[in-house]
């Protein structure tokens, strides 16, 4: 498979679980960013999104790279 469709594959579902993470968790505790307006719980809820996204997606290329790293080894 091309290298560059891996990579882009693995940020997308890195990302998608790390906001769906964050959602869940977020749901937990009583935020929402699907709420209507933008009151504290929609707020809270697109942070956590927002981070959990970031968290996502710096895992996956972590586990990427370490994999990568141990096939060339």
């Given at each position: ?11 997308a579902v ?12 977020g749901r937990?505790v009583g ?43």
């Open positions: 498979m091309n290298r560059l469709l891996i990579e882009g594959l693995t940020d890195g990302f998608l679980a790390g906001v769906l993470v964050a959602w869940g968790l937990l935020f929402d960013p699907l709420a209507a307006g933008y009151g504290g719980s929609a707020i809270g809820g697109i942070v956590l999104a927002g981070l959990g996204g970031g968290i996502g997606l710096s895992l996956a290329r972590r586990l990427r790279n370490r994999r990568q790293e141990k096939n060339e080894a």
